[in-house]
């Protein structure tokens, strides 16, 4: 089995709104971008709410992201995994990402958004223990994977409209 390492993170000083995926899936690492499953449904829903649409060059959907404060990045900075899901992941492997060194540069960040439940799992357990001096809010959003099927795009979408509510206010 291979070892599967992240991306960096895409992010600037402006950043107020933390995504979080678990580790990007072999589309992902072949096209070097994040969410790059065509069936993803991230970049239709960040379409949706930052205006980063699909159908734009990859820098330009990430030139949105940075726009509308939002950060993007994966819990894990590497791991051994075969294929793409989840729940193939070694536990034993899993090395998280240094996110000391992450909220250090990014200081205006204050809400964590996970998206799906290993993302959430692996932070609580590999990295929350070591930054209990940060005031975060953490919520798990529903997967934006083709994996998760138990839910339709609309409904996905609903659910992550809300990471935008507190930023009109």
Same mark, same amino acid.
Request: aromatic share 8%.
């Given at each position: ?14 950043? !107020? ?9 072999? *589309? ?37 992201? !940075? ?42 960040? *204050? ?53 935008? *509510?507190? *930023?009109?206010?």
């Amino acid at each position: 089995m291979a070892k599967v390492r992240c991306f960096p993170p895409i992010a600037d000083e402006r950043a !107020r709104i933390l995504i979080l995926g678990s580790m990007p899936g072999r *589309e992902s690492l072949r096209a070097n971008q994040y969410y790059a499953h065509p069936r993803n449904a991230f970049w239709p829903i960040m379409g949706e709410i930052a205006g980063a649409m699909p159908a734009l060059p990859y820098e330009q959907r990430t030139l949105k992201l !940075r726009a509308a404060g939002i950060a993007l990045w994966d819990v894990l900075a590497s791991c051994i995994r075969p294929g793409s899901l989840d729940a193939d992941i070694a536990p034993d492997s899993i090395h998280p990402n240094d996110f000391a060194a992450f909220f250090e540069k990014h200081p205006h960040i *204050e809400r964590v958004y996970f998206n799906g439940t290993m993302a959430e799992h692996s932070f609580r357990k590999h990295v929350l223990p070591h930054l209990d001096h940060l005031p975060l809010q953490l919520e798990r959003l529903p997967s934006t994977s083709p994996a998760n099927a138990s839910l339709r795009f609309e409904q996905k979408l609903e659910a992550w409209k809300t990471i935008l *509510e507190g *930023e009109r206010t």
